[in-house]
Nanobody, 111 residues
């Protein structure tokens, strides 16, 4: 059974950085995209960005230039590097692949 798990969340001051990881178990990412989403309290889940099976990336305008998605195929890992974090980036971050979602990891950015 394919499962996803995020890690790397935490508390950081505005302007700081975090790197989130998403690992897949019970399968591989293969040629299919991996998506990063986030959900802030009281808000709808929103797309942060994605990486295709070819390594092409896309980002939401709100994070473009600050966030970078990459992957390490041999380790079944996808990363979300978040730089110049803002309090508005506070949310639970999820990775999504196929029909699967991870449980999420909390990111809190203090002002």
């Amino acid at each position: 059974q394919v499962q996803l798990a995020e890690s790397g969340g935490g508390l950081v001051q505005a302007g700081g950085s975090l790197r989130l990881s998403c690992i897949i178990s019970g399968g591989t990412f293969g040629a299919y995209p991996v998506w990063w989403y986030r959900q802030a309290p009281g808000q709808q889940r929103e797309l942060v960005g994605s990486i295709t099976g070819y390594g092409d990336t896309n980002y939401a305008d709100s994070v473009k230039g600050r966030f970078t998605i990459s992957r390490e195929v041999s380790r079944n890992m996808v990363y979300l590097q978040m730089d110049r974090l803002k309090p508005g980036d506070t949310a639970v971050y999820y990775c999504h692949h196929g029909a699967e979602w991870g449980p999420g990891t909390q990111v809190t950015v203090s002002s």
